[in-house]
């Protein structure tokens, strides 16, 4: 794998949709009127889309649905020095239509939060990057 100029390992896009797949959690950064925001969120990659669940009428059900938005998947191991992180931008789009609702219904999204979360957005992966720092020796998780 090539190196970007920091000499982090840059991941090529299968190896940054196998490692978003492996996450349940992600971070959503999204602008409010306040300034930016990054909240945590339950995901899941369906295909090469990152599926969300939310509540109706929240802020961050509008903004996946009409801004620009950045969303986050990482993990890391500080006593070993290593970790990997993979980023997406764009615009989610709403899953309106009944059999991609119902298709989202049946996926493996469990929120962790209380109240129900049944506005489903997708974020494709269009715009897709991940970086790996540190192996050590050490199986990749």
Do not use: K
Request: glycine share 14%; aromatic share 6%; with cysteine.
């Amino acid at each position: 794998m090539p190196v970007d100029r920091n000499g982090l390992e840059v991941l090529d896009r299968p190896e940054c949709l196998r490692l978003l797949g492996t996450g349940t959690v992600g971070r959503l950064a999204v602008c409010s009127g306040a300034g930016p925001v990054v909240l945590p969120v339950n995901y899941v990659l369906a295909g090469e889309d990152i599926v969300i669940g939310t509540a109706e009428g929240s802020g961050i059900h509008h903004a996946l649905g009409t801004e620009r938005v950045a969303f986050e998947v990482d993990d890391v191991d500080p006593a070993y020095e290593w970790g990997w992180s993979v980023l997406v931008t764009g615009r989610g789009r709403y899953l309106d239509e009944p059999a991609e609702v119902a298709r989202a219904e049946r996926l493996p999204l469990r929120s962790w939060g209380p109240g129900e979360r049944r506005r489903f957005t997708a974020i494709a992966t269009t715009d897709l990057s991940g970086r790996r720092i540190g192996h050590h020796g050490l199986p990749q998780r």
